[in-house]
C-alpha cells in the first residue's frame, strides 16, 4: 500500500481535487439557479483548488517526462556532449524546485506567523498554502525518477 501511495499520490490527490471542485462547482450553480443566492466560499476554494492541482499535476507530468523542455541545442551536440548536458539540466531544474519548495515554506511561515485569515471562510490562509512545499519537493522527486530512468536508459544504448 506505501509502495503504491509513493509511486501514485499525485495522482490520487488530483483526482479528489478535481472530484471535490467538481461537486462544488456544480452544487454552486444549482443554489445559485435555484434560489439566487451562492455559496460565498466557493470561489476560495476553487481558486485554492486550482492551485493544488497545477503543483501536483506538475509532479505527474514530471514523472512522465512531459516536463516543458527545449532540446534543441541537446539536439545538436555530438553525442558525447549529450548526456552530460541532460544531466546539467536536470540538476538545475531540481535545485530550482528546491529552491521554490524553501520560498514556499519560508511563505507559509508568514502566513502562519502573522495569523491572516482567509477573506470567505475566515479559516487561517496558511492551511491553503501547506500543501504547496510538499508539491514542489515531490515534483523535484518525480523530476529526479524520471531523469534517473532516462540515464539508464541513455546509458544502456551507449
Same mark, same amino acid.
Given at each position: ?15 479528489? !481535487?478535481? *472530484?471535490?471542485?467538481?461537486? =462544488?462547482?456544480? &452544487?454552486?450553480? #444549482?443554489?445559485?439557479?435555484?434560489? +439566487?443566492?451562492?455559496? @460565498? ?39 558525447? !556532449?549529450? *548526456?552530460?548536458?541532460?544531466? =546539467?539540466?536536470? &540538476?538545475?531544474? #531540481?535545485?530550482?524546485?528546491?529552491? +521554490?519548495?524553501?520560498? @514556499? ?49 541513455? &546509458?544502456?544504448?551507449?
Amino acid at each position: 500500500m506505501l509502495a503504491f501511495l509513493m509511486r501514485e499520490a499525485e495522482k490520487l490527490v488530483c483526482a479528489i !481535487l478535481f *472530484l471535490g471542485m467538481t461537486l =462544488l462547482g456544480f &452544487a454552486n450553480v #444549482v443554489v445559485r439557479y435555484g434560489t +439566487s443566492y451562492s455559496f @460565498a466560499s466557493s470561489e476560495e476554494l476553487l481558486t485554492n483548488g486550482f492551485l493544488l492541482l497545477t503543483v501536483f499535476g506538475a509532479a505527474i507530468a514530471a514523472r512522465q517526462g512531459q516536463h516543458l523542455a527545449v532540446t534543441a541545442v541537446v539536439d545538436l551536440l555530438p553525442r558525447s !556532449l549529450r *548526456l552530460p548536458l541532460v544531466v =546539467l539540466s536536470a &540538476a538545475l531544474s #531540481v535545485l530550482l524546485l528546491l529552491a +521554490s519548495a524553501w520560498l @514556499a515554506w519560508a511563505a507559509l511561515a508568514t502566513l502562519y506567523a502573522n495569523g491572516l485569515r482567509s477573506y470567505a471562510l475566515g479559516i487561517p490562509a496558511w492551511y491553503y498554502q501547506a500543501a504547496v512545499p510538499v508539491a514542489f519537493l515531490l515534483i523535484a522527486l518525480r523530476f529526479v525518477q524520471h531523469a534517473v530512468t532516462e540515464y539508464r536508459a541513455a &546509458a544502456a544504448h551507449d
